[in-house]
């Protein structure tokens, strides 16, 4: 019978190693001694100054601002050195822009910074001489160009001028003014869109200005949406009939009052709403004649 001869069985012997001397170490220590020089005598700065410079700022998150400008704010150029940018410091300074919100920056090596920001969106102007915008925490923002702002309703009956950009307006009349915004933007509501105008000069009546005219009389703070849906059910109706009204009173409990525009059409047209619960519907409406 044969014998297996194969690899597994055949002993596994250590290579012989050359013993190492004393001459063989100091070879050994002569020669990182010269890798640590040549290290050392390396031009670093001349490198460090052509290859890690910043020359890609990528800008994440912009609306309103452009990429140019939100550079301009963080205090970073093209060409700078890209280890000593304190990312941190990069963050506060953009912070401190009363249009940043929150702002993360990090480094993409070998040569770019990313900025991820988001910025305030208006919501609402107010005057300030001309129209500033508001955020929705009532961060008073100064126009990005003259003249230039967003297509968003005015808090009529007020007046800020002389505050800085970045004052946080926490007075009633801006807090109302909020509030209105917030409700007519309600999914289920939609009105925010049609409304121009939101006057608070008077403590206990709130007026909405329509885009096409229309003056909304409603109490002082947001009514419950079912009285909005009311509202945004005269309103459609009115609009399907092709009928402008000079006024709409929502001043009543489950009533809304419509007033037409027209010199010819002077009485008043009552509207009673069911708002006691679900969509809110016409029940009635009746016009009555007013002679002299």
Known sequence: MALYQGRALKARTPSPRAPVGRLGRILRMLV????????????????????????????????????????????????????????????????????????????????????????????????????????????????????????????AGVSFEGLPGGTRLRVPPVLRGLAWVRALSESDIQLSGQVSEVDVADDLTTGLLLMEGTRVLTPAWPPEKRTLSALRVVLADLKRRGTIAREVDLRFRNQ?????????????????????????????????????
Request: proline share 7%.
């Open 256 to 292: 809304v009052i419509v007033r037409p525009a027209e010199p010819h059409e002077t009485p008043a047209a009552r509207v009673a709403m069911d708002v006691t619960g679900g969509e809110a519907e016409p029940l009635r409406q009746k016009t009555q004649d007013r002679r002299n």
């Open 32 to 155: 990182a001694i010269a890798t640590v020089t040549g290290i050392m005598h390396l031009p670093w700065e001349g490198l460090r100054k052509r290859f890690l410079v910043l020359t890609d700022i990528r800008v994440e998150g912009l609306c309103y601002l452009d990429a140019g400008r939100a550079g301009e704010i963080a205090g970073i150029r093209r060409g700078q050195d890209l280890l000593a940018l304190d990312c941190e410091r990069v963050r506060q300074t953009l912070l401190l822009h009363p249009r940043i919100e929150s702002a993360r920056v990090t480094r993409m090596w070998p040569r770019g910074v990313r900025l991820r920001l988001v910025e305030r969106t208006p919501v609402m102007l107010v005057r300030h001489g001309l129209p500033w915008e508001v955020d929705s925490s009532g961060v008073l923002l100064a126009p990005l160009a003259d003249g230039v702002v967003a297509d968003v309703p005015l808090l």
